[in-house]
């Protein structure tokens, strides 16, 4: 397909437990975000990537939370020991160049249950 | 760290109404987008912008740089429209991520 893709679209998991949530940007767009929503809430960003390097992290809330880019297309977010407040949709968004002069494409977002 | 207020949260309007959405926010910044949520759904991006002013069919954005302040305008809206409307910016001088605002719940009733 075209736009961005991720997998799983719902994934529920028991406390303590480690997870990986995978997105495939647009074939070409070197940028890619990943960004986390709460019900009721606004995305709210995690890390950036510009081809395999994480260009900004301060995202990320804890250091049970990291992300890999190896080949600058297909990202991976982990999480280790899932708490129950890791509970939200996780989105993953690529675009050609940065958010000052390129639209985002989002993809549908990953729904991650902590129970 | 910016702070990105939308108003209103909630509108519920007549098909064919006009309608405005607002975003303000505290730091000077690089671009403002406007991003469409349908429930359940992936975001569509309708608008980037960092200046003036911008037309795609029925929606308009505007921002004024000076005032910290842009506006969403949908004309003739339609049952469709109905989605949570969420404006985002980036900081001038800041990381490339987003801060996003908690987004605008619009129904437009048939």
């Known amino acids: 397909g075209a736009g961005v893709s991720q997998t799983p679209s719902n994934k529920v998991t028991e406390k303590g437990k480690y997870v990986e949530l995978r997105c495939d940007p647009i074939?070409?767009?070197?940028?890619l975000y990943w960004y986390r929503q709460s019900l009721g809430q606004g995305p709210e960003f995690l890390i950036y990537?510009?081809?395999?390097?994480?260009?900004?992290d301060s995202g990320l809330p804890n250091d049970r939370f990291f992300a890999v880019r190896p080949e600058g297309s297909v990202s991976t977010l982990k999480i280790q020991r899932t708490e129950r407040g890791d509970s939200a949709v996780y989105l993953c968004?690529?675009?050609?160049?940065?958010?000052?002069?390129?639209?985002?494409?989002f993809g549908n977002g990953t729904r991650l249950t902590v129970t | 760290k910016n702070e990105v207020e939308q108003s209103p949260q909630n509108l519920t309007a007549q098909e064919g109404e006009f309608i405005t959405i607002n975003c303000s926010y505290s730091?000077?910044?690089?671009?403002l987008h406007w991003l469409q949520q349908h429930p359940g759904g992936g975001i569509v991006s309708l608008f980037m912008?960092?200046?003036g002013k911008k037309k795609h069919g029925r929606l308009i954005a505007t921002i004024n740089i000076q005032e910290k302040h842009s506006s969403l305008h949908i004309t003739a809206s339609h049952p469709r429209d109905s989605a949570v409307y969420i404006c985002?910016?980036?900081?001038?001088?800041?990381?490339?991520?987003?801060?996003f605002g908690k987004g605008t719940h619009l129904i437009i009733q048939p």
């Open positions: 990537f510009q081809g395999t390097g994480a260009a900004d």
């Open positions: 968004a690529s675009s050609q160049g940065t958010t000052d002069n390129s639209p985002l494409h």
């Open positions: 912008l960092s200046s």
């Open positions: 074939s070409g767009h070197t940028a």
């Open positions: 985002a910016v980036r900081s001038r001088g800041g990381a490339d991520g987003l801060t």
């Open positions: 730091v000077g910044i690089s671009a």
